[in-house]
């Protein structure tokens, strides 16, 4: 690992050096080098400030790519921002691009908030913003004065169920509920939606779909009982039985569901997973649209701190705003849908010393705060050392790489140009493979057509992390390894693929395609913290179990806040699977609990 670890140092360097260089291209030599929120500063303006009026450019990359905001000024004041091109992620990024331009002028400032949940894009504007204003030679010491904070204000409200946390799991809990007649407050901390979900491929697993049957027959992830011996094998028999059978043979229903209400599902190309389109942002737009549309409410930027019971039964939630006030959400049951604690790296290392050093490709919402809540309630929680370590994961951005390029028929190599595994085997022991390899990491070797298949890999060759070469030799050149070695390496996997057999490793790739025709891609990977498999006990209908083993009345969860369903590993594609069916689950019976 420390090898790993220094190499990586070097390259996170090697990445700030590249965003100084950007900023600086882009704005005077006072425009702070790293990327942090402009520096409030206490002065009040005492001059006219003495702008040139007129529109400028500034333009800083963002998540995905460069934004490019104008900026008009007369010679006093902003007077509009508009964000005029970009590319961020619809529902992460396109938040910000809406809402921080008002921000500005409101402020007077650059010293105004993130949108959390969007902090790359929104930083990416504030600092165009800045640089607009330097071009327009204002004095920055006027323009950098931190807003007067609001006063807090508290609110309180009525509503039949209460949803905490507006991923998949949340996100589906309420849109359900409301569909079953309930009223439904969503609340959530960040000031967007989306939580890990947003982030993630949008890949979710099937089995026993009528289509799917007829598609490719039975086989171990279409066969409802071969895929639930899969999934128990992989989570090595920890899992919850009656989860995991109840999970995946209502898991058909969901992609129904999602079809009913007009979310477009599609197999994958091997007719095992699905997804809709856009993937995962293009899944949570859509249940949050659809909720909004049938009523429900959503309570952004709130956080909850406190679940309420009344006489042993949820009776509510209490949060605190952004500005500090108390709210009060009364209700007659509760849906905890808070995700999982990937992000927060003590609790993590406090439950698995082992993953000390490793970076997170989780969203800064994961932090497990659901966990404490439900736990005063008397929640009985399961499993929660069980940490899943993702094998790909582009360590110096903490980008995930999706198996679908290795279910696509990508290849691992090491340092020298070797596999040394069997690429789509269970996640926890290719991590375990790639953590034995020379400093602790491997290369992703994929060509134009895996590329082709799928638009998640589509999107890190957009971002820059997947680099492209001709042929093999570029690629040998870029590694620094003997070019003859590699061809020997993709020679043989060439007539593995012919053969649909891999003598040396026992690959289960169904031998789709094979490696025989450039351009290819590399792209560098090590293990990430990735899924928190333990949680929140619950039974079939969702609803949490206390210490005592009994139910706790009104009270439900959904998604990654639970334990149990994914035991001690848990199989890709299954969390969004869970998600939605839990999810769905949990709101039809908290639906069905306050009468509807
Ligand atoms: C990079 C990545 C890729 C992935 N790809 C896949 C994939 O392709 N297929 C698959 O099946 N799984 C995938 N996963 C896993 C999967 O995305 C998650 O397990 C799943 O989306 C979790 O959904 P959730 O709704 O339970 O939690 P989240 O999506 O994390 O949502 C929880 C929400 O609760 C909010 N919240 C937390 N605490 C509070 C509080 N105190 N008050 C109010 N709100 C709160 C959070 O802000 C967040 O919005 C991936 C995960 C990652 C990180």
Not at 195 to 211: D, E, K, L, Q
Not at 383 to 396: R, S
Request: hydrophobic fraction near 40%.
């Amino acid at each position: 690992m420390g090898g790993f670890m220094k190499r990586n140092m070097k390259k996170t360097l090697i990445l700030m050096m590249v965003m100084a260089l950007v900023l600086s291209a882009c704005s005077p030599a006072t425009q702070p080098t790293t990327a942090t929120t402009a520096a409030p500063t206490t002065a009040a303006p005492t001059e006219p400030t003495g702008m040139t009026p007129g529109k400028y450019i500034g333009e800083v990359r963002g998540y995905n790519a460069m934004v490019k905001v104008e900026t008009e000024v007369d010679a006093e004041k902003i007077l509009s921002v508009k964000v005029v091109n970009h590319e961020e992620t619809l529902g992460m990024g396109t938040n910000a691009v809406e809402l921080m331009p008002q921000k500005f002028v409101d402020a007077q400032s650059v010293a105004v908030d993130v949108v959390t949940g969007a902090t790359a894009t929104s930083l990416a504007i504030i600092f165009s913003v800045r640089s607009a204003l330097e071009q327009a030679g204002a004095d920055m010491a006027e323009f950098t004065v931190k807003p007067a904070p609001p006063t807090p204000k508290d609110a309180a409200y009525d509503t039949d169920v209460v949803v905490i946390g507006g991923g998949i799991a949340g996100l589906t809990s309420a849109l359900q509920a409301t569909l079953n007649g309930a009223n439904v407050i969503l609340v959530e901390k960040m000031d967007v939606v989306g939580g890990n979900s947003i982030r993630s491929s949008g890949s979710f697993n099937v089995a026993g779909h009528p289509m799917q049957i007829e598609a490719i027959g039975l086989t171990q992830r279409s066969d409802p009982e071969q895929f639930i011996e899969f999934t128990m094998v992989g989570g090595h028999q920890m899992n919850d039985p009656s989860l995991v059978r109840y999970m995946i043979e209502n898991s058909g229903k969901a992609y129904d569901w999602l079809e009913e209400i007009g979310m477009e599902p599609r197999f994958n190309e091997r007719s095992t997973g699905a997804s809709v389109p856009g993937n995962a942002p293009g899944l949570v737009v859509g249940l949050q649209e659809r909720f909004l549309a049938e009523g429900g409410t959503i309570l952004l930027s709130t956080k909850v701190t406190d679940i309420v019971l009344k006489d042993g039964a949820a009776a509510g939630v209490i949060a605190t705003s952004k500005d500090g006030g108390t709210v009060t959400v009364n209700a007659k049951a509760v849906v905890l849908a808070s995700g999982g604690f990937g992000a927060n790296l003590d609790m993590v290392t406090q439950l698995d010393p082992s993953l000390k050093g490793f970076v997170t490709n989780n969203s800064p919402s994961a932090t497990g705060d659901g966990i404490a809540m439900a736990e005063a309630v008397g929640a009985a929680i399961r499993d929660l050392n069980e940490i899943q370590i993702h094998p790909t994961v582009h360590n110096p951005s903490s980008t995930m790489v999706t198996e679908g390029a290795r279910n696509a028929g990508a290849i691992l190599i090491n340092t020298s140009g070797k596999r040394f595994t069997n690429e789509v085997n269970y996640r926890d022991i290719v991590s375990a493979a790639i953590l034995e390899q020379d400093q602790g990491f491997a290369y992703i070797l994929m060509n134009q057509e895996i590329v082709d298949s799928n638009t998640n890999i589509q999107g890190y060759y957009k971002i820059g992390l997947l680099k492209k070469f001709d042929d093999i030799a570029g690629v040998a050149e870029f590694m620094k390894i003997d070019v003859a070695v590699l061809q020997d390496t993709l020679d043989k996997w060439n007539s593995y693929v012919a053969d649909k057999n891999d003598p040396e490793f026992n690959s289960a790739f169904d031998w789709r395609r094979d490696l025989s025709t450039g351009p290819y891609y590399t792209i560098d990977v090590a293990p990430g913290i990735h899924h928190t498999m333990g949680g929140v006990v619950i039974n079939t209908n969702g609803e949490v179990i206390s210490t005592t083993g009994d139910v706790i009345p009104g009270f439900f969860a959904a998604g990654e806040i639970t334990g149990g369903v994914h035991g001690g590993n848990r199989v890709g594609g299954n969390a969004i699977t869970d998600c939605l069916v839990f999810g769905m689950t949990a709101g039809m019976h908290s639906a069905a609990y306050v009468g509807k």
